[in-house]
Structures are given as C-alpha cells and as structure tokens.
C-alpha cells in the first residue's frame, strides 16, 4: 500500500490570473509527485508502510529527514491544492467565521496575522491555520516541509495552509512574495476550511 499522487480537483489554469498554469503543472506535477515518489521509497519494508500520513508525521521521527522532508512534502499539498478553488476568496461563514471574529477580532486581523506568518517566514516552509480539539484557532508557519502535526510544532489539526517556497509563486511573482500571499486570498476555497475545521472538532 502506497501513497498515491491525488488529483488536482480544477484545471491547472482554474486559478488564474492568481496562480498560472505552469506553475500549477510543474507544482503539482513535479514536486508533489517528487514529494509522493520519495515517501513510498522512504517507507517500503519498513514498520510505517501501512499507516495513515497524519498517524506518521504525529509520531515522527525527526531524524528521519527522509520521510520528514518527504511525508510532510505529501501532506502539505494534498491539503493545498484542496483547500483552493476557481471563483473562490471572500471570506468564511458559519462557524468558522464566529471561531476567526472570537479568536483574532475580526476576519481582516486574521488575515493580517495569516498574511504576517507567511510573509515573515525566512525561506522556504509554511503558514497554516490550525485548530484545536475545542475549535480553538492559531496561526503558526513552519520551515520547509514540516507541518503542524510533528512533533515539536503547535500539535493542532491544521484546516488551511499556504505554500511560500519560491516553487510556488517564483514564476509570476519573483521576490514578491506579499503579492503572492495577497493574491492567494482570492483563491482560498472557505466553504472546503470549514469542512476541515467541522471535522477536525467532531
Ligand atoms: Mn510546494
């Protein structure tokens, strides 16, 4: 039982003017499926073949920079290519946007604090929203592949991230990675964060 490269639920162009198409193809194409390629290398014959990518990076060992770099690399886009859509953006409604109101003040302060964590994060890596057993919400960024659920990072489920290594925005954005974060706000799909962040409470 391998890890298995999904789909991209869009067209490589659906994200356009915000994300081009190429970027997408190489993005989705070439680093995912590098990501998905290694991590079944990293676990054939080993005691993690078989188990749940959330259940190996929770219990993770962080020397194992194989399935580190690679399992994190696995999870981080399958949830970032779902979690983006074609005539998306706005904001959350429900019980998310009362969480974001409670939790940040407003939904323009969250973006605020989101838009920090990415634009501040040195290098490559992360900025996530994450939530806690009790809905409680958190902003964190990571480096490079690591994600929220290893050890040693915040622990909560993460429900949206966003991808600031350079392979995600260096086609059309060059060094402007605050364009970038800006424009990824119009594309963040928050019907899809709310179905992560219902589940990851109940
Ligand atoms: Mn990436």
Known sequence: MSFQLPDLPYNFDALEPHIDSK????????HHAGYTNKLNTAIAGTDLEGKTIE???????????????????????????????????????????AAIDRDFG???EFKSNFSSAAGTRFG????????????????CSTANQDNPLMPGECGKTPILGLDVWEHAYYLNYQNRRPDYVAAFFS?????KVSENYNSAIN
């Open 23 to 30: 970027t997408m193809q190489i993005h989705h194409g070439k």
């Open 124 to 139: 490559s890596g992360w900025a996530w929203l994450c939530v806690d057993l009790n809905g409680g919400l958190e902003v």
């Open 106 to 108: 407003s939904f323009d």
């Open 55 to 97: 259940d190996i990076l929770k219990n993770l060992d962080m020397n194992n920079t194989a399935v580190r770099n690679n399992g994190g690399g696995y999870f981080n886009h399958s949830l970032f290519w779902e979690i983006m859509g074609p005539n998306c953006g706005g904001k959350p409604e429900g019980q998310l946007a």
């Open 187 to 191: 594309v963040i799909n928050w019907v």
